[in-house]
């Protein structure tokens, strides 16, 4: 018998009870402890668990593909081909219109060209320093993109889904561009130090919402004040892309649990705050790690981790993720901890608040006000 052979009022009173009966199945699942229905996908309303937050969405889905940055039109020293047909006219029409000494200009960044350029550029110990501080970076990207595809599952809302999933194309995106922009310097790409790795995996093995401590407010804080610092230099004006991206990645918290607040036990539990106050700890080391090659580009370690801790202890308690003993402390423990290593690796030291420096130039300090206020400014 064909299906067009079933009476539709049949159907209908036989599939109406089999679909309360396995829906309140679930909901007994749940209730005992056990897995329910495993999609938080409110079918009735045809929304996600959480509602429609359309303002979630504005703010950073629309927002993401607004400035959606293509690496054919902005890196076209890669091999990317990732432009549509109207922005390569778009592309081409604009190109018609330069001078022959602006032309000259932009066709000197593709290809080869790009690598000589770096090579008039930089030192070889200048290279290999950025390629030991950009992969540092570019470690991370992976990270956060398998943090950021895990992360997918834990927010509610239709708005909050669409805003993690532009975070996801954005990391894949970061980490892709970014490893052509390492290979192109031609060195010695790191592996994760111990104290990367430790920092890393903690931070993908970190539980439900603490994934937007540990990745969004930390090492994408890391990765977006290193971006701030570097955007800058010959050759790596993408990066000033990156950090307008990792900007959006790191208020991402801000704007969610604006709509969806921690319950006071996640804010203020022991267990909680000394858990992220670890997850902190990892990164003093890194500075050590990285302290010569960021020398070696001009920049002071330490007064790139004390603007770091301030951004990312300002963030914390922005949005709730407090850690232990609480603001104020954490900066003078860790204004502590730079002074004394200060004091003992230079000579002739005095005593400064590392916390109050900033480190980030040019436009990246425009984005960087916005997020963290008049402090980053």
Request: charged share 25%.
């Amino acid at each position: 018998m064909t299906s067009e052979a079933i009476p539709p009022r049949l159907h209908d009173r036989l599939e109406r009870p089999f679909d309360r009966g396995l829906r309140a199945f679930d909901r007994l699942k749940e209730r005992l402890g056990l897995r329910g229905r495993k999609a938080p996908y409110d079918d009735l309303s045809y929304e996600f668990l959480g509602g429609e937050q359309e303002r979630l969405r504005k703010r950073h889905y629309d927002k993401s593909l607004r400035l959606l940055w293509k690496a054919e039109t902005h890196a076209s020293w890669s091999s990317f081909r990732d432009a549509s047909a109207l922005e390569r006219t778009l592309s081409e029409s604009a190109e018609r219109g330069l001078s022959a000494q602006e032309r000259v200009e932009r066709e000197r960044i593709g290809g080869a060209e790009f690598k000589a350029l770096l090579e008039r550029s930089y030192t070889p110990r200048e290279k290999q320093a950025l390629v030991n501080v950009l992969s540092m970076i570019g470690h991370g990207e992976a990270y956060a993109w398998l943090v950021s595809a895990e992360l997918l599952n834990e927010v509610q809302s239709t708005g909050g889904r669409a805003a993690l999933t532009m975070q996801v194309f954005e990391e894949a995106k970061h980490f892709v561009v970014l490893r052509e922009l390492i290979q192109a310097f031609e060195c010695p790409v790191p592996r994760l130090s111990a104290w990367e790795y430790l920092l890393l995996e903690r931070a993908f093995k970190s539980k439900g919402l603490e994934k937007f401590f540990a990745m969004n407010v930390l090492v994408e804080g890391f990765a977006l004040s290193l971006f701030g610092a570097l955007g800058e230099l010959p050759g790596l004006e993408i990066l000033r892309l990156f950090h307008l991206d990792e900007s959006r990645h790191a208020a991402l918290p801000q704007s969610y649990l604006r709509e969806f607040p921690l319950t006071p036990w996640q804010r203020w539990s022991p267990a909680r705050r000394l858990r992220r106050l670890s997850l902190l700890l990892p990164a003093l080391p890194i500075l050590v790690q990285v302290e010569q090659d960021l020398a070696v580009l001009g920049i002071d370690s330490l007064e790139f981790g004390g603007s770091l801790a301030r951004k990312v202890i300002q963030t914390s308690e922005r949005v709730g993720f407090h850690m232990a003993p609480g603001p104020a402390r954490l900066r003078a423990l860790l204004n502590g901890l730079f002074n004394g290593y200060a004091a003992l690796s230079r000579p002739g030291h005095e005593r400064r608040d590392f916390v109050a420096a900033e480190t980030s130039r040019g436009e990246a300090l425009a984005a960087e006000a916005e997020l963290y206020g008049p402090a980053a400014a």
